[in-house]
């Protein structure tokens, strides 16, 4: 049976670097839609000390997530050396779409299905599909590529993430501070050789009560238009979700791979809230009774890029193997973990063996 190794990666970060001066002119509301009686900035200023993100990228006006999204698959292709009419399948994963300026989505046709037509890709055989599975959609993407090589219907395999979560943020709810622009991609191919590429994974769905911790509705402010829709985040469930359940689904696809926590290298975590992300990689080593541990197992990209959802995990590959994150490095033949938290509520995780 074949296995999944990665031979190519790229990434685009818009070029607009939004700082906190960007919400200063902001009213804010509670989740109950009361209006915060304190200055704006004073909000900012809690809000980057808890989350950590002092900057994030938004798209400019005249781009769109597809085109983002092909940037990111054009720079993969030419790193991964091969030719794009090789490709058997493109899986896209995104939370929205095609949004639009005015914040509607749009999914037809499929996002996988614009990057093979602005890639120029004339293979019929090559298959689009789009994955919605929330945040963690471009890791469930690796999943399914990892699966049907495995199966034997591909060999080779474009993964995207992208989003343009600024176009679909409630003016008036804190959170939208959290969310960014961005897109990374992967070429994947079947290989021979054994033990390497992805040796684990698992998949979690609560669909119960947890439905709606994180969700479309509308603005929080009950004085503006409330037919459009924007994310809506329970941020407190959300929090306590993924700290009881998150790090032990990482330790059970690290088991599952045959390893321990001494030998995973690097956790690339969706990265959605710094604070949450510190106490579930902590939690993580407390399974294994590991009270000690380099931090720099976990690199953090959410202070400068904020939340861009699907793109965070493929973006912080990208940026690591080309050594463009200071003090950051993959081992040769290391073993690195990349799991994910979101909408649904939904978990995965992977171990991936360099080869």
Request: with cysteine.
């Amino acid at each position: 049976m074949p296995n999944t190794i990665i031979i190519g990666s790229g990434s685009y970060l818009p070029t607009r670097i939004i700082g906190r001066d960007y919400f200063l002119d902001s009213e804010f509301y509670s989740e109950d839609g009361v209006k915060i009686d304190k200055p704006a900035e004073e909000t900012i200023a809690k809000f980057v000390e808890i989350t950590e993100i002092e900057n994030r990228r938004f798209i400019e006006e005249d781009l769109s997530n597809s085109q983002i999204g092909y940037e990111a698959a054009k720079i993969a292709i030419a790193d991964a050396k091969i030719d794009q009419e090789e490709l058997d399948y493109i899986i896209y994963a995104s939370n929205f779409g095609e949004v639009t300026v005015n914040g509607y989505a749009d999914f037809m046709p499929t996002m996988a299905a614009r990057v093979k037509n602005k890639l120029g890709i004339k293979n019929r055989k090559c298959v689009t599909y789009d994955m919605l599975f929330g945040c963690p959609g471009w890791v469930e993407a690796m999943i399914l590529a990892n699966t049907l090589i495995k199966a034997g219907s591909a060999k080779t395999i474009l993964v995207i993430g992208g989003e343009t979560l600024s176009r679909v943020t409630d003016p008036s709810d804190r959170n939208r501070m959290i969310f960014a622009d961005g897109a990374g991609a992967v070429v994947v191919k079947a290989t021979d050789e054994e033990n390497v590429g992805i040796i684990a994974h698992n998949t979690i769905c609560d669909n119960g009560i947890e439905l709606d911790y994180l969700a479309n509705g509308p603005s929080i402010n009950k004085n503006t238009d409330q037919t459009r829709l924007f994310v809506r985040m329970q941020g407190r469930k959300i929090y306590e979700y993924a700290l009881k359940n998150v790090p032990a689904a990482i330790k059970e696809t690290i088991e599952d791979a045959g390893l321990s926590i001494e030998d995973i290298n690097k956790i690339l975590i969706h990265q959605a809230n710094a604070k949450m992300d510190y106490a579930m990689i902590e939690r993580l080593h407390k399974l294994y009774n590991v009270k000690d541990y380099d931090h720099s197992i976990s690199p953090m990209t959410i202070q400068d890029l904020g939340n861009s959802s699907v793109a965070t995990i493929p973006t912080m590959y990208d940026l690591i193997i080309k050594g463009k994150m200071e003090g950051q490095s993959f081992k040769e033949k290391g073993n690195i973990v990349m799991t994910s938290v979101g909408a649904g509520m939904n978990i995965n995780a992977l171990v991936y063996r360099f080869p």
